[in-house]
């Protein structure tokens, strides 16, 4: 049976999946940072499409958007970014991108590229799930997971939407944007609850994320962690000599998280 790489990602216990924007501070030190990342333990790594608008994101996020836009990230650059990783690589790697960019380049287009750069997946935060059906079917034409998201308040529509999921949900575990936050309050064990006895689909949670302790106390009820901002911030303050610090970070994450059990 056909196992995609997303799907042996959580064979070996918990996942951790680590985000960073493409192109923050350029799409060089992007690629060195992904294989720092790897190195560290990292199962899945997301990597964000720069957007001008980026409406679910904290000011870390938005912040790493402008500076690699300014920098003239694309498109074309992230995937040419997820081909270069593939020349070496077999982590599986998710982009994470707004509806904008995804059907300004046409969704055929944008899924036939994924196919031949080697993209596992994609999430689209501000594409509704009632009207993911278009999108969906163009990448699943390709082979790419189109993941779901699952907010706090859709206790409702949890067994709606996990029956439908492709690769990973993703749970969020707090309202707002994203961020780091000092606690999370969100009854995610409820949630994740839910999505698991809707489908078996694994379940991530993400927003908020940043301590070891955090990611430890969430993998007890998910199959997987996810961690941005704590990581797009330290390569905000060390810029392209951050290898050496996004790799000890995501070490010690992902040993909190594998060792849940």
Do not use: W
């Amino acid at each position: 049976m056909f196992m995609s790489r997303i799907q042996k990602a959580f064979e070996g216990g918990k996942a951790f999946i680590g985000f960073l924007t493409g192109g923050d501070p350029s799409i060089d030190k992007s690629l060195e940072f992904i294989f720092e990342m790897e190195r560290a333990g990292a199962d899945i790594i997301e990597i964000g499409v720069p957007f001008s608008d980026p409406i679910a994101e904290g000011e870390v996020i938005q912040a790493a958007n402008i500076r690699a836009l300014s920098g003239g990230a694309t498109v074309r650059g992230i995937f040419e970014l997820v081909r270069r990783t593939r020349q070496k690589s077999e982590v599986p790697l998710v982009l994470l991108t707004y509806l904008n960019p995804v059907y300004h380049y046409g969704y055929g287009e944008f899924f036939a590229e994924c196919e031949l750069s080697g993209v596992d997946g994609i999430i689209i935060p501000d594409l509704p799930f009632e009207e993911s059906g278009e999108v969906g079917e163009e990448a699943a034409k390709r082979g790419v997971d189109l993941i779901s998201l699952v907010a706090p308040t859709s206790e409702e529509r949890v067994e709606m939407i996990a029956k439908r999921a492709k690769g990973f949900l993703y749970v969020v575990s707090s309202m707002g944007v994203t961020g780091v936050r000092s606690e999370i309050v969100t009854d995610v064990g409820a949630i994740t609850a839910l999505a698991k006895a809707a489908s078996e689909v694994p379940v991530a949670v993400g927003f908020g994320i940043n301590t070891p302790e955090q990611a430890a106390e969430l993998a007890k009820c998910a199959d997987g962690v996810i961690v941005g901002s704590a990581i797009v911030r330290i390569i905000a303050e060390h810029g392209g000599n951050a290898g050496e610090r996004v790799y000890g970070y995501v070490k010690s994450m992902k040993e909190a998280v594998g060792a849940v059990r």
